[in-house]
């Protein structure tokens, strides 16, 4: 899975992270060297197939520049469940974020930088790292490996202690960060990925217990988003801007979520 905001040299949303912003073709260009680190990574691992899944917007990842060895699932609106399977044998996150409201998280949000303030799932916040891992949980498969800012690293690690996390940039306030150059967070990354994936025998994958309650706090601006969510069928109103779905596991709630 990929996202663009953590990967190194991408400094703003609205220069770098959206579409028409003036170093947005730079950024999807850095974002996809990254991608190819990990691929790389994974191939000297030994592996016998990647898939990379797209998962910056209407799509981050150059398949012109893409790793020819890697196969690209982008496009919008993607199906659930991402990809994924029982039959892989490891994920990595590359380019990540820190959830919304973390302490020096570089572009740090979950989901929406402007209309959403807290996701909760079982009563304990995630970020878009979280909701993935347990995506990947949910088949039993353990997320191996997290690259981003510092502090998306570090939510990696209180989620699931033994992923491999790989810092290239570390922020020092919400729109500001000290980050390595380009080249050296593709060594970092490679490297990475060869021990996250040397390591994913005693990974453990990171597993919601069910049934599955998701809560979602919209900000005071999109109010009107959580009343719309709250029509849909078993959404509950918690307050002006909360909303409340449950699911037997974590990808019925996100689709009733989500679609």
């Known amino acids: 899975m990929t996202d663009m905001e953590g990967v190194a040299g991408v400094l703003s949303f ?10 947005y073709d730079l950024s999807r260009k850095l974002l996809t060297q990254e991608v190819n680190a990990a691929v790389d990574g994974a191939f000297e691992a030994g592996v016998d197939e990647v898939l990379v899944v797209d998962g910056h917007g209407v799509g ?12 690209l699932l982008s ?3 993607m199906p659930l469940p991402l990809g994924l399977d029982e039959t892989f044998k490891a994920a990595f996150i590359v380019g990540q974020h820190a959830m919304a409201g973390t302490r020096l998280g570089h572009l740090s949000h979950t989901e ?21 891992a347990a995506m990947a949980g949910h ?10 800012d510092r502090a998306a690293c570090l939510e990696g690690k209180v989620l699931i202690p033994e ?10 306030s919400h729109g500001a960060a000290i980050s390595v150059v380009p080249a050296e967070a593709r060594r970092l990354i490679k490297e990475g990925a060869k021990a996250a994936l040397a390591k994913s025998e005693r990974v ?3 597993t919601l217990r069910s049934p599955v309650e998701l809560r979602v706090e919209y900000t005071e601006g999109h109010k009107g988003s959580a009343e719309m969510m709250a029509q849909k069928p078993g959404a509950r109103k918690i307050d002006a801007r909360t909303i409340r779905l449950e699911g037997a596991d974590v990808l019925e709630v996100l689709r009733k979520w989500w679609y």
């Open 14 to 23: 609205d220069d770098h992270a959206n579409r028409g912003g003036r170093w």
């Open 60 to 71: 981050g990842v150059n398949i012109e520049e893409l790793d020819i060895r890697a196969r």
């Open 75 to 77: 496009g919008s609106p």
């Open 112 to 132: 929406s930088h402007e209309s959403i303030q807290n996701v909760w799932l079982n009563g304990k916040k995630h970020g878009e790292l979280g909701i993935i």
């Open 139 to 148: 088949f039993k498969v353990p997320t191996a490996l997290v690259t981003g």
């Open 163 to 172: 992923v491999e996390a790989v810092a290239v940039k570390e922020g020092v």
């Open 204 to 206: 453990r994958p990171y």
